[in-house]
């Protein structure tokens, strides 16, 4: 494990730069934290953004872009590399850094994209995914989760292109999107054999993933004119 060994990085950002930064407000590339949680819960946003496109985490900012600044570099950084290095698998290798304002400090945490995907978020019962999805942190799907298995996986991915595929064509040129649960009903299959050929599909380029009302889509990667 990681562990602070007792120095502190200076952030090439000056205030100016961090106060700019902080207006943008959270998305999907950056978080406010007002101090750091439990190892868990800031591990959650860890693996999110490392599942995702990387991101930035400030610490000493609260929601509504007040900077409160953090009491103390070294717990919150204990805290930070627990969770990167602990509950995260594979680890995740952060980069932890301090801007020093007239009346504050903040922590700038940035978490890289994951080479090597999905980051597991070690449980009490079982490990879980997380992603990215505008400014929130949320639970990865089934669907989801095996595409960042199949997008990183070492193997290549081959699908057929048969009847039930010229359905799921025919109906996307028409409809535009699809979920699991529609295409398994069109096809007359079951949810898992449904989610499997969509998922090869989007790990193959020819789909794509989208969320919408909080459940997963698919639709053409490249719209078909």
């Known amino acids: 494990m990681k562990l602070p060994n007792g120095e502190i990085v200076i952030s090439d950002m000056n205030p100016s730069d961090l106060r700019n930064l902080i207006q943008t407000g959270e998305g999907t590339y950056l978080e406010f934290k007002k101090t750091v949680p439990t190892p868990a819960k800031i ?29 103390s570099f070294f717990e919150e950084e204990f805290l930070l590399q627990e969770a990167a290095q602990k509950l995260c698998v594979p680890a995740v290798e952060l980069q932890i850094e301090l801007v020093h304002l007239s009346d504050a400090d903040v922590i700038v945490v940035r978490v890289p994209e994951s080479k ?50 010229q359905m799921l064509f025919r109906y996307l040129n028409e409809y535009g999107e699809i979920s699991v649960q529609k295409f398994s009903e069109l096809i007359n299959v079951t949810s898992y054999r449904a989610s499997k050929i969509l998922v090869n599909l989007v790990s193959a380029g020819i789909l794509k993933l989208f969320r919408k009302s909080e459940k997963d889509y698919f639709t053409f990667s490249n719209p078909v004119k």
């Not at 490392?50 to 900012?61: F, P, R």
């Open 43 to 71: 591990a959650r946003e860890i693996a999110a953004f490392a599942n995702t496109s990387g991101g930035t985490i400030l610490i000493g900012v609260q929601d509504d872009k007040q900077i409160t600044g953090i009491r």
């Open 116 to 165: 090597k995907k999905p980051v597991y978020l070690k449980g009490k019962k079982k490990r879980r995914v997380f992603v990215r999805f505008q400014d929130e942190s949320t639970l990865a799907s089934d669907e989801q989760t095996e595409i960042l298995k199949q997008q990183y996986s070492e193997s290549g991915v081959t699908f057929e292109y048969g009847k039930h595929e």
